[in-house]
């Protein structure tokens, strides 16, 4: 708490506390924006009149902005602060998220994910580095309650656009309204995010075409960790199907065990995290991660399955962040440019995961495709000394104000 006795102090920790809450709000609505567009996917399908393979091809369309979008955010980062980048590019993504629900042909629904891609992989990338901003400043831990947030905004979204189908508000008028709000929010929000304390740093030369060993690392854990994020999302309910011969009802419960201790994991991992450290968050989250995959792919009944999907979420809720925070705080390149690196490599490990389960599965079985989560978390385990501690991953540094 902020001692009464020093009015400085209070006029410095006010700023913050609403910085903070301005970057849980700008999560929670990326996290909202993003789970309305994926439950009206059906619907823009139909309205559009593509079949499944066609909306394949245009989803990878929606990919190819997203990772534009963050290989050059963290340029602009580093040169106008992360500040204005994050409400630009939040604005930006309020704004395509209405474009989708307008389309009527398919090159002008393949033009509006190129630009919710694109805008969604900026937003990805400045926030992220705003929060590490705002972690520093903190000189605590408090990166994963962000990303809490965004979880959470993705089943408020869900939920939201459930309610609106079911009710049959056309999609152009349900994006339309959550394009407004966002916006709004992200306005009235965006005035309280910080400016970097320091200027960036000049990137010091480094091999792997510009990236440093250390972001090659931190990348690298990173793609890892999210080839497990995407396998989760997109194999959990179609492995219980056809493992356990489950009804669909059923088998859509290992998603919502996963998605559940994953988000809620991730309100608490930072006060593990100042405990114990980040590496210690990854190397054991990991290891609890592939403790559960190892269940999963042994179990033959439903409740052991859940309950290894459900420690599979919570093993991996708290390691992702650490990784954003490290590349923040290296000590060598620019810390937008890191953030943008490591958080483009754990994006091309989302997009790869599934489709690697959709090629092995074909040879064999989507139950033993499985192995390849689990060799990903183990070796996520054995690269955590990767991360470098901070100034905010110290643990038991609880010097700024606390809620």
Same mark, same amino acid.
């Given at each position: 708490?902020?001692?009464?006795?020093?009015?400085?102090?209070?006029?410095?920790?006010?700023? %913050?506390?609403?910085?903070? @809450? +301005?970057?849980?709000?700008?999560? *929670?609505?990326?996290?909202?924006?993003?789970?309305?567009?994926?439950?009206?996917?059906?619907?823009?399908?139909?309205r559009v009149g593509i079949d499944h393979a066609a909306l394949?091809?245009?989803?990878?369309? %929606?990919?190819?902005?997203? @990772? +534009?979008?963050?290989?050059?955010? *963290?340029?602009?980062?580093?040169?106008?602060?992360?500040?204005?980048?994050?409400?630009?590019?939040?604005l930006a993504l309020a704004v395509a998220t209405v474009g989708p629900g307008l389309v009527a042909a398919p090159w002008q629904l393949g033009l509006a994910l190129v630009l919710f891609g694109f805008a969604n992989g900026a937003l990805d990338v400045s926030m992220n580095s705003q929060a590490v901003v705002v972690e520093q400043r903190y000189r605590r831990p408090v990166m994963a309650a962000f990303h809490g947030v965004f979880s959470a905004g993705g089943i408020a979204g869900s939920l939201v656009g459930a309610a609106t189908l079911a009710l049959d508000v056309r999609p152009p008028v349900t994006l339309a309204v959550s394009g407004a709000l966002g916006a709004v929010l992200v306005a009235w929000t965006g005035r309280y995010l910080l400016r970097p304390e320091r200027p960036p740093m000049p990137a010091s030369p480094a091999p792997h075409g510009g990236y440093s060993r250390r972001v090659v690392?931190?990348?690298?854990?990173?793609?890892?960790?999210?080839?497990?994020?995407g396998v989760a999302n997109d194999w959990s309910a179609l492995q219980v199907l056809e493992r356990l011969d489950s009804p669909e009802s059923v088998a859509a419960l290992a998603f919502g065990a996963f998605s559940a201790t994953m988000t809620l994991g991730r309100f608490v991992a930072d006060r593990v995290t100042a405990r114990f450290g980040g590496v210690a968050v990854v190397r054991y989250g990991a290891l609890l991660a592939a403790a559960g995959m190892a269940t999963?792919?042994?179990?033959?009944?439903?409740?052991?399955?859940?309950?290894?999907?459900?420690?599979?979420?919570?093993?991996?809720?708290?390691?992702?962040p650490q990784l954003f925070t490290a590349a923040g705080n290296l000590d060598e390149g620019s810390p937008g440019t890191n953030v943008s690196r490591v958080v483009g490599l754990g994006y091309l490990g989302f997009l790869a995961g599934p489709a690697c389960i959709g090629w092995l599965s074909e040879a064999s079985s989507l139950t033993a495709a499985l192995v390849v989560p689990l060799g990903c978390v183990l070796l996520a385990a054995a690269l955590a000394p990767a991360l470098t501690p901070g100034p905010a991953q110290v643990p038991g540094n609880t010097t700024a104000p606390t809620r």
């Open positions: 708490m902020t001692d009464p006795a020093h009015p400085a102090s209070a006029r410095t920790a006010a700023p %913050l506390v609403r910085a903070r @809450l +301005a970057v849980f709000t700008i999560f *929670g609505i990326n996290g909202f924006l993003l789970a309305l567009w994926v439950v009206h996917i059906p619907a823009i399908r139909e394949g091809s245009l989803l990878l369309l %929606l990919a190819a902005g997203a @990772l +534009a979008g963050m290989h050059t955010t *963290g340029r602009f980062a580093d040169r106008f602060g992360s500040h204005r980048t994050t409400v630009v590019a939040a690392l931190l990348g690298g854990v990173a793609f890892a960790l999210m080839v497990c994020e999963v792919i042994a179990s033959p009944w439903l409740g052991l399955t859940l309950t290894g999907w459900a420690l599979f979420g919570l093993g991996l809720s708290g390691a992702v």
